[in-house]
């Protein structure tokens, strides 16, 4: 299993912005679609962006478009999430996952490695 490690959360200012990362252990990051989902305190947890294993083709939900970037970095095998133009309705734990499948879906059932967490805050 891939080991999957969360960094850059922490508190922002609302229309504040943030980067998080996604440390991938192994050697075979560049193979996997990877996806950041995040769930708010008695919510189901939700997708947010995905990024494709090949070409980089990117996915958002639509509630973050045009406010945050995914992207990956192979050499340092690290996932990204710059988050900009941030707003308490963000605010959640922040969670990096990784599939061996062709494309990132948007359910969670479609990632079956996961990293720990890292949380956001945004206040007013």
């Known amino acids: 299993q891939v080991q999957l490690v969360e960094s850059g959360g922490g508190l922002a200012q609302g229309g504040g912005s943030l980067t998080l990362s996604c440390a991938a252990s192994?050697?075979?990051?560049?193979?996997?679609?990877m996806a950041w989902f995040r769930q708010a305190p008695g919510k189901e947890r939700e997708f947010v962006a995905g990024?494709?294993?090949?070409?980089?083709?990117?996915y958002y939900a639509d509630s973050v478009k045009g406010r945050f970037t995914i992207s990956r970095d192979i050499a340092k095998n690290t996932l990204y999430l710059q988050m900009n133009s941030l707003k308490p309705e963000d605010t959640g734990v922040y969670y990096c996952?990784?599939?061996?499948?062709?494309?990132?879906?948007?359910?969670?059932?479609?990632?079956?490695?996961w990293g720990q967490g890292t949380q956001v805050t945004v206040s007013s």
């Open positions: 996952a990784a599939t061996d499948q062709v494309v990132p879906r948007t359910i969670t059932t479609w990632y079956p490695y």
């Open positions: 192994e050697p075979t990051f560049s193979n996997y679609c």
């Open positions: 990024i494709k294993r090949s070409r980089s083709t990117t």
